[in-house]
Structures are given as structure tokens and as C-alpha cells.
């Protein structure tokens, strides 16, 4: 018998046999026993009734203190942001960089003709003082003098305008990924909601889990006890 049955034979059936004794001394000894039985096994389904009801405030107590919305409103809320979440919206789409943009006719001096005609004239003068003024060595030197003159301001030209470009590029480059850690944000923030909402419907499932096994346990506990009675 339950150690709380055999409190309550102890403290219940004294009262309750005080009271009655002067009525089973007119009964017989049979009777006397049987109506002792019964009022044995009243006090211990009362007492087992009391102690089923405490169980269950405090499972019903603790249920309610640990599931924080038994109303289904995290699943909800999870159900819809999976269902929304789309990976693809967290990719930043961006133009590939136009270099089409740069030419390097923009970076040319814009004093390159008249370079080129002192290059000429200075040519010239000097053949000239050599006597060679109008020999085809002259004009010889003349076109290698522009040729090589043109190609410096070229390459100049060339790389001012890379300079300008690699610039360019790198602070597109660094824009986009600037808004592309902006994206990275917000889809953490949101795998990081999800992953919270699902350990709290994992959270409510076990501890409805535990309140149905402790529903279980009392239910067998009170019936084995109540057999018992018999």
C-alpha cells in the first residue's frame, strides 16, 4: 500500500472509527468487521482522491510555467518564415564594372600636336646644322624622333587612364561589398530567428512530452493504488 494511503489509514480511520464505536458494540463481530472495512477504504479513496488532485495542479501548474505558447504561435511564426525565406534575396545583384567608359584619347596632352612639331623642328635643326637638312637620313629621323615621342605621351596617357580605372573598380568593388555584408546581415538575422523558434517548439514539444508521460505515470500509480483498496 502507498506510504500516503497508510498515512491517511492511520490519521482518517481513527477519527472516523472514534466516532462510530459505540454503534458496531451493538453489532456483531461480523458485521462490525465489515463496516470497519468499508470506512477503511472511504478514508483511503478520499485520501487518494486529495492526492490525485494535488498531482495534477502541480503538473498542470508546471506545464503552464514551462510552455510558453502552447497556443501554437511559434510554429506559426516559423512555418511562415520558412515558407517566405528565400535565399536568393540575400545576393546582392550588381552590373559588372562598365570599363567601356575609359579611353585613352581622353588622357592624351592636349598639347601633343604641338610637342610633336617641336620634336619636328628640333630635328630639323639639328640635321640641318649637320648639313642634312633635306636628305632622306633627315626624314629618317624625323618620323623615329615623332614616332618614339608619340609613344611616350601614349604610354602616359595609358597609364593615367588605368590609374583612373583601378580606382574606379576599387571603389565599386568595395561598394558592392559593402551592401553585400548589409544582405549577409539580414539573412543571419533571420536563420538566427528561425533557429530560435525552433528551439522553442523543440522546448514545448519536450515538455509536453514530459507532462503526457507524467499524465501516464499517475494514472497506472493511482489505479495500482486503488486495486489495492479492493
Do not use: C
Not at 605621351?153 to 561589398?177: C, P, S, V
Not at 555584408?181 to 512530452?209: E, K, P, W
Amino acid at each position: 500500500m502507498a506510504p500516503v494511503v497508510a498515512a491517511a489509514l492511520i490519521g482518517g480511520a481513527a477519527s472516523l472509527l472514534g466516532s462510530g464505536i459505540s454503534s458496531w458494540m451493538n453489532k456483531s463481530s461480523a458485521d462490525a468487521d465489515r463496516e470497519a472495512a468499508t470506512l477503511r477504504k472511504n478514508i483511503a479513496n478520499q485520501q487518494v482522491n486529495r492526492w490525485e488532485a494535488d498531482a495534477n495542479r502541480i503538473l498542470e501548474s508546471a506545464m503552464n510555467n514551462n510552455v510558453r505558447l502552447s497556443n501554437g504561435n511559434d510554429l506559426a511564426a516559423y512555418q511562415q518564415l520558412k515558407q517566405s525565406y528565400d535565399p536568393s534575396k540575400y545576393i546582392y545583384d550588381f552590373q559588372p564594372f562598365d570599363k567601356s567608359n575609359y579611353h585613352v584619347e581622353d588622357y592624351l596632352n592636349p598639347n601633343r600636336e604641338r610637342i610633336l612639331n617641336e620634336v619636328t623642328k628640333a630635328i630639323s635643326h639639328r640635321m640641318g646644322g649637320q648639313g642634312l637638312g633635306h636628305s632622306y637620313g633627315a626624314a629618317e629621323a624625323i618620323g623615329e624622333g615623332i614616332l618614339a615621342k608619340d609613344e611616350e605621351l601614349y604610354d602616359k596617357a595609358y597609364d593615367q587612364m588605368m590609374a583612373d580605372r583601378n580606382f574606379d573598380y576599387g571603389a565599386y568593388t568595395n561598394y558592392i561589398n559593402q551592401q553585400q555584408q548589409r544582405l549577409n546581415a539580414m539573412q543571419q538575422g533571420v536563420m538566427s530567428q528561425m533557429q530560435t523558434l525552433r528551439d522553442d517548439i523543440t522546448f514545448d514539444q519536450q515538455q509536453q512530452d514530459a507532462y503526457i508521460a507524467n499524465k501516464i505515470n499517475l494514472g497506472n500509480t493511482l489505479a495500482q493504488t486503488r486495486a489495492s483498496l479492493v
